[in-house]
């Protein structure tokens, strides 16, 4: 009994230095206006849960909304990493959400079918280099899935991608 105690103690005090710290930073992008659409929200908070409930620290910074200028675009990408990097997160991950809201009925409706794809980097701010990309279609559209669990569902396949390159490299989740 006393083993197994202690070989808990041991499990649960060494834990943190195997956890991997990151900021998300979500970037809505192909959408009219500034305004950021609900299903952004619901992609940004379902990752944040995801690895909150599985103890990781996580942050995350306002969602930016792309307006088509490289350059501003780049300036608030930098910004966001400084200030992870101000927190002392060990990785950035930029979310690109790219919507295709031109023929919908309802743009701004928490809808998957609004969303066209999403493109993942992870990035090492120690190092400031990209460790890993990823590239997600959503999956073909039911009357059961667009709505906001299908939203949900997609973001969770999102969060999975990064479970497993942070578990490749060495990152408890």
């Not at 501003?72 to 690109?96: C, H, P, Q, V, Y």
């Amino acid at each position: 009994m006393k083993r197994l105690l202690l070989a808990l103690v041991f499990a649960f005090a060494f834990f943190p230095t195997f956890a991997k710290s990151f900021s998300l930073q979500v970037v809505q992008k192909n959408t009219p206006g500034d305004q950021i659409f609900d299903s952004s929200f619901v992609v940004e908070q379902t990752i944040l849960d995801y690895f909150f409930e599985r103890g990781m620290i996580v942050s995350n910074g306002s969602i930016l909304v792309s307006n088509d200028d490289a350059a501003d675009d780049k300036t608030a990408l930098r910004k966001a990493m400084i200030e992870a990097k101000i927190g002392s997160m060990e990785l950035f991950i930029k979310l690109n959400l790219n919507y295709s809201v031109l023929d919908s009925a309802n743009p701004t409706a928490i809808l998957l079918s609004n969303i066209k794809s999403a493109d993942l980097e992870i990035v090492s701010l120690e190092k400031n280099k990209t460790i890993a990309k990823g590239k997600f279609t959503p999956p073909s559209l039911t009357d059961l899935n667009n709505n906001r669990s299908g939203v949900v569902d997609f973001a969770s396949d999102i969060a999975n991608k990064i479970q497993a390159e942070l578990a490749e490299r060495g990152g408890a989740i």
